[in-house]
């Protein structure tokens, strides 16, 4: 089976996303597109404690409107964003290993173990 490939466009409105959450009180903790091999599909996970206080019904409402309110709409609709809290096993794997800055970095990783975990492939934006 070939793979889904993540394309610039992707990895670019992905970015523009975050930029505008961190305008709002939203928080982003940690941003990645992860590619899911079971399903042959990337995800943007996108980590805050919005949904660990809020909820994710919430965190994806919310997510919505800031969506919505960008002027020239992103490509990147809600059905291929996952919300996460930063206690999610996965991230808190990946996190004691890779650290970034508030900055948007641009970091990818494929096919690398973390503590005993595969990570087939990953673009991290920012993990805190």
Known sequence: MVKTALVEKDIEEGKRLIEELDKTKF??????WFYMAESDEWRLY???PFVEKEGPKKAYTFIQSVLASISQPAGITLQEI??????N???????????TGQ??????VTKNVFNNTLVEDAYIYRML
């Open 27 to 32: 928080k982003v903790r940690a941003a990645l």
């Open 46 to 48: 996108i980590v805050s």
């Open 103 to 108: 900055d948007i970095s641009g970091i990818r």
């Open 82 to 87: 996952s919300v996460l809290s930063p206690s």
């Open 89 to 99: 096993d996965l991230i808190k794997i990946i996190r004691s290993t890779i650290k």
